[in-house]
């Protein structure tokens, strides 16, 4: 069937110039062309499946970033609920809704970007679909990898008595964002924690291979509420320290004029960094994780979440994590 759009290929046509792109990888015995994907398995590894909605003017604005950009951010993004687990990312498959407006060269530039953030990881593009929407871009996203049977960290694990710690810097997506809603422009460092974060991978799977973790989430809808969920899986409550709260050079100059920017930090979201627990008090100086981790609190008894203060009075945060339904 002839194009009716001179600018836009046809389904097949697309699909076809992806499956290009996407190549083959060693795990795969099968990838992109036919009803499934087949993909090897080995009995000492464990499959870890995720899977992610994005969707414009919800998730992101085109207006604000390139569509190279949220090719990588689409895959950072599910990478990295790999990487909560201590995993490593093999295969993605990758569903489109796409506006009429959104012509062919836009969509090879959000493959290229989404392609070269999941090499990056070692991982393959091994299937998907696409179609037609009548409304926004919809980007959905599932994500596979492995890890040794039985080394998977999940939310349940934390016990009384565990050191509470987190990987990077935590606000400046959520800052970014701050700006941007206003029509400010952010520094390029802000820009690229908001438009490119990095998956922990190799962090969590330091942490998985070592079984120095017993509780890890990826910090997607913000720290409180990320750690909240690991509390209330492993039954058991925490005690933060706001002063340990690790942030950027470029979120403390903000928060000198602006001293309620802290509960971007607290519950900005987006920082796709990993919050965990562990019963080694010292694991931020011991141990060589390759990426910086502060200890920022400590698993209590007692049920909930408190927040101190330097002082020692409960610091009150005054934002929710993220909830698409509240």
């Known amino acids: 069937m002839p194009d009716t ?4 290929r046809e389904e097949f046509e697309l699909i076809r110039w992806i499956q290009r792109q996407a190549g083959m990888s060693d795990h795969l015995s099968l990838g992109i062309g036919d009803d499934c994907a087949i993909q090897t398995q080995f009995a000492d590894q464990d499959l870890l499946t995720s899977t992610d909605l994005l969707i414009e003017g919800i998730h992101f ?3 604000w970033t390139s569509m190279f950009n949220l090719g990588r951010k689409s895959a950072a993004v599910n990478i990295s609920d790999i990487a909560a687990m201590g995993g490593t990312p093999q295969s993605l498959f990758l569903g489109l809704g796409r506006p009429k407006e959104i012509n062919d060269k836009e969509i090879e530039a959000f493959i290229s970007g989404f392609l070269s953030e999941i090499k990056t990881h070692g991982a393959a593009l091994a299937g998907g679909d696409t179609c037609a929407s009548p409304g926004p871009l919809m980007i959905s996203v599932t994500a596979q990898g492995t890890v040794a049977t039985g080394d998977a960290i999940c939310r349940q694990g934390a016990s009384y008595g565990d050191a509470i710690y987190v990987s990077g810097y935590l606000g400046d997506s959520a800052l970014a964002l701050s700006l941007l809603q206003k029509g400010q422009r952010p520094d390029r460092y802000l820009r690229e924690r908001f438009h490119t974060p990095s998956p922990r991978v190799i962090l969590g799977q330091k942490l998985s291979k070592r079984q120095l973790a017993t509780s890890m989430l990826d910090v997607s809808d913000g720290l409180l509420a990320d750690l909240g969920h690991i509390l209330v899986a492993s039954k058991v409550g925490a005690e933060l320290d706001l002063a340990q709260i690790p942030l950027s050079k470029s979120f403390q100059s903000a928060l000198k004029e602006d ?13 796709y960094e990993l919050v965990f627990t562990s019963p080694l008090k010292d694991l931020d100086k011991q141990i060589n994780l390759d990426h910086a981790v502060t200890r920022i609190g400590i698993v209590s008894q007692t049920p909930g979440l408190r927040i101190r203060q330097v002082n020692g009075e409960i610091y009150q945060c005054q934002r929710g994590g993220f909830d698409h339904f509240a």
């Open 5 to 8: 759009d001179k600018n836009n």
């Open 61 to 63: 604005k085109r207006e």
């Open 259 to 271: 001293a309620a920017l802290i509960d971007l930090a607290l519950a900005g979201g987006e920082d």
